[in-house]
């Protein structure tokens, strides 16, 4: 493992009566793959903080304003799950970790080495790992494969958010969140996308009683509903399939239906 990484960039938004933060669980949200905390941001974390939970959200390193981005292409699964324990332990209490995607995988390699409150999974990394995943794309669009392959942030053209975009969004994104979207796009470590083509992150845990919620969407062409229900089985859990959204489902116009999936999962804790 790679040395712990000093700088890592946290985004916050805190219930605005300080009592009731030491009613509810902070929330950590942890982003997928290319791209970092912002996703969060416009709509998660002020609506839950709204609702009395403190939320957090960070950029692993290499990512965002982290640092560690000279050693990102070495970077593995588990360093990014030592990133996500650094801040998890200067909360106030243990949060509940939320991951998407690879942030999903990166809480489940947590949930199989380390003690956790609670967790949810969102659009999560089938249990198969990423190799099925990138069969089915390459036989439905083998450009979006190569596009992904030769991504660099900093030479983004509108034919590659042509060919990235309808595997990410519906059409039911509003400009400016898909702009801002795409300033925040950024490249990915190649060991960890090794790491899940390995199954690192599919390891059945010794939950011992940890909550768990996994949730997906029906218009995910990355992590499929069939994808999303594989995981929930794997974990022994139900799996909640969100209609109408796309793989980044936390920055459509309707949002709000995951989250308030989210939110009465929460409320069982």
């Known amino acids: 493992m790679l040395p712990t990484e000093p700088n890592l960039e946290l ?6 009566r300080t009592n009731s933060t030491g009613r509810k669980a902070p929330l950590l949200f942890v982003h ?8 969060w941001a416009p709509y998660f974390l002020p609506w839950f903080a709204e609702r009395g939970y403190p939320a957090h959200a960070l950029s692993l390193r290499g990512h965002g304003g982290s640092g560690g981005h000279e050693t990102l292409f070495v970077t593995g699964i588990d360093d990014f799950a030592a990133d996500v324990e650094q801040v998890a332990a ?15 995988a990166i809480v489940e390699r947590l949930l199989a080495t380390r003690p956790v409150r609670a967790a949810a999974l969102i659009s999560p990394v089938a249990p198969a790992g990423l190799l099925p995943m990138a069969a089915r ?20 053209t509108a034919h590659v958010l042509d060919a990235l975009r309808p595997f990410y969004f519906s ?5 400016e969140i898909l702009a801002e979207a ?9 060991r960890v996308l090794l790491d899940l083509s390995l199954r690192l992150h599919w390891q059945l845990p010794e939950r011992r009683g940890v909550p768990l919620f996994v949730l997906g969407a029906d218009g995910d062409r990355i992590a499929t509903a069939d994808d999303v229900r594989a995981t929930a089985s794997h974990h ?14 936390m920055l459509e116009r309707k949002w709000e239906t995951p989250a308030r999936h989210l939110l009465r999962w929460l409320g069982t804790l």
């Open 137 to 156: 794309l390459a036989a439905e669009r083998p450009d979006h494969l190569f596009r992904l392959s030769q991504f660099d942030p900093a030479r983004m």
């Open 171 to 175: 059409d039911d994104v509003a400009p």
């Open 90 to 104: 200067g909360l106030a209490a243990p949060p509940v970790l939320i991951g998407h995607s690879m942030g999903a």
């Open 11 to 16: 985004r916050s938004c805190l219930p605005a």
């Open 236 to 249: 022994g859990v139900e799996a909640v399939i969100a209609p109408g959204l796309a793989h980044m489902l």
């Open 182 to 190: 795409t300033a925040h796009l950024c490249a990915e470590s190649p």
């Open 32 to 39: 997928g793959g290319y791209c970092d905390a912002w996703c």
